[in-house]
Each structure stands twice: as C-alpha cells, then as structure tokens.
C-alpha cells in the first residue's frame, strides 16, 4: 500500500515531485501527469497530498476527505512512483499550499510542486503566494488553452521582478526555481466525471478501475 506520510523513508538528495489537489475524485490525467512529469523532469517520486478543505472550491459536491484518501491510494497503488500523504488532511482549517510547503521544509530533498499554467495565472488568489516561490521548486505543466508566458505575465510584477532568467528556468533570488515543462495534461477533469456520475452515465476509461468500483461501491457522487 502507498506510504501516507512525505518523505517516510530516506530520500537525502532525491528530487521529490508534490501533486496537490481534491482528488475529487482522482482520474487517469492525474496519473498520467504525475507519470509523464517523473519520467521527463528525473523526480524520484511524485508525492499525492488531498487536500482537506480547498479554499477556492465549494464543499457541496466534496467527497469526505476519507473517501478522497482511499480512492487516491487505490489510483497510486502499482505504482513505484507514487505515493499518497494524508499530510493536509491531518492539519486544521482551509488547505493553504503554502503552510503545506512550510510543513516540507527541512528535509535533505529537492521539492518541486507540479501546477498547470492556469494555476499560475491565478497565482495571485493563492495566500501568502509571493512567499510560494521561496519554499520550493516549480514545475508548471501546459493546460489547454494556457501558454507559459502568457500566465507568467498575469503573475504580480513584484513576483516576476524576483526571478532572472536562465535560459528555459526562471531562476529566484533565492535559487528555487519555476521550470515550464512540455509535458501537457489530459483533458480530463473530475467535474466531468462527477456530472456523468449524476447522470448515470459510465465513467470507464476515465478513473481506474479501482476507483470505479469504489465510487459504485460507496455511492459517491450520485446515482
């Protein structure tokens, strides 16, 4: 079964690949993202953290974060490079992305935290977000529709004027780093999944197996 805490064996010097998010449910483009990104960009594991309460989405269609848990594990389970933490889950309040980069400080690895280019853009709704990029590593993966530069422009002046650039990388005067990866998400979102749930409609082909039978198994997300 994956490992439910960061770092719970010795990584020292590994490069270590952070996937945030509801999982609500988790699919195949989380799986093929977190795949496609270890494989391209030489991460050693990409760590699925589920958040507890996100604070940028309604909580009337959230699965129970333990549900979430256990579809994640599931999804990640054969798998070597993945695992799961239920780090957020066990801390208190809204699931902020920097308390959970703080929380990684101190260990003898080299963190990148995987965001899509719309995530970037958004950057500026997130708390704390001029302290993100000193606390770790970025790797910012396409979505559709979404280019690099044109989200790194929407990022606050007062962010990007902390950054040089080294050819691909963007470079902070703290030497993290925000790499534009090639690597292009699946068009596959969990909303569409669970409006087809509502319809009772299939969703083979889009979760794992295993997260279908769960789904089907527990009642999740309507009929």
């Known amino acids: ?19 945030g998010g509801t999982f609500n449910p988790p699919h195949l483009g989380h799986l093929r993202l977190a795949e496609e990104v270890a494989c391209v960009h030489g991460l050693s594991r990409v760590i699925f953290i589920p958040s507890l309460l996100p604070p940028h989405k309604g909580s009337r269609e959230m699965a129970p974060s333990s549900h979430r848990l256990e579809m994640t594990r599931k999804a990640c389970a054969d798998n070597s490079l993945l695992e799961v933490s239920d780090l957020e889950l066990r801390m208190d309040g809204p699931s902020y992305t920097v308390n959970t ?3 990684l400080q101190g260990h003898d690895v080299k963190i990148h935290f995987i965001m899509g280019t719309d995530s970037l853009r958004e950057i500026s709704l997130w708390k704390d977000y001029d302290e993100l990029f000193s606390l ?6 396409k979505r559709p529709g979404v280019d690099f530069r044109a989200a ?6 007062a ?3 902390k950054f ?17 990866s090639p690597v292009e998400g699946l068009n596959i979102s969990s909303t569409r999944i669970r409006n087809l749930l509502k319809e009772g409609r299939s969703i083979r082909y889009l979760v794992p ?3 279908r039978s769960y789904i089907v198994e527990h009642q999740l997300y309507g009929k």
Request: hydrophobic share 35%.
């Open 164 to 180: 040089r650039q080294d050819g691909e990388t963007l470079v902070h005067e703290e030497f993290t780093t925000i790499l534009p």
């Open 209 to 211: 197996e295993e997260v």
């Open 1 to 19: 079964m994956p490992k439910t805490s960061p770092f719970s064996e010795n990584y020292n010097n590994s490069i270590i690949g952070i996937l």
């Open 136 to 141: 770790s590593n970025f790797i910012v993966v």
């Open 159 to 161: 962010v990007r004027k």
């Open 152 to 157: 790194w422009t929407e990022v606050p002046e």
């Open 101 to 103: 980069l703080r929380m």
